[in-house]
């Protein structure tokens, strides 16, 4: 949860005014086919801010929802708000499940490692920048410029199409 800056003039037009219509930014992020559980928008239009507010499958979801909103011409913050929920599996039909074991074991039963969220960065593009150009100063090789693209979709249509002010998600490189 936190706040993000974006540049607020550029990006996707959604609007004919300067007025953020909330149910316009809704749309737009849903339309995308993202994880999402539940999403409402608020928009403070003296402060050129969305709130995201809701629920989504993964931090994925999460990070390009951010930056699609973030993405739209006039939008100058993000307020995140939204909790990472998956949506869990079936359980197939098991036996009963065993006696828990005695209290004692428990207390005394290390604690569960943490498992490490893959972690992102954002990028601003500036004039001149290629996906290659920015994959060969993240990763060292500017034909990993797919790996960027990908991380981007459904927010980018095409991996020669990105824009100065544009907000991107550079996934860590395995």
Do not use: C, W
Not at 11 to 26: A, C, M, W, Y
Not at 40 to 49: L, N
Not at 84 to 104: K, L, V
């Amino acid at each position: 949860m936190g706040l993000f800056d974006f540049v607020g003039n550029a990006g996707k037009k959604l609007f004919g005014s300067e007025k953020i219509d909330e149910r316009e930014v809704r749309k737009h992020l849903l339309s995308l086919g993202l994880g999402i559980k539940s999403l409402s928008v608020i928009a403070t239009q003296e402060e050129r801010k969305v709130a995201l507010i809701g629920k989504v499958e993964s931090l994925a979801d999460k990070e390009k929802l951010i930056l699609a909103a973030g993405n739209i011409s006039g939008v100058e913050q993000v307020d995140d708000r939204m909790l990472i929920q998956p949506t869990e599996p079936e359980a197939p039909q098991t036996p009963p499940a065993p006696e828990p074991p005695p209290a004692d074991e428990i207390e005394n039963a290390p604690e569960p490692p943490e498992e490490d969220a893959p972690k992102s960065h954002f990028y601003t593009v500036e004039a001149g920048d290629t996906l290659g150009a920015i994959a060969r100063r993240f990763y060292g090789n500017a034909g990993k410029y797919m790996v960027i693209f990908e991380a981007n979709r459904p927010m980018l249509e095409d991996p020669d199409r990105i824009y100065p002010g544009q907000v991107l998600r550079i996934p860590e490189d395995d």
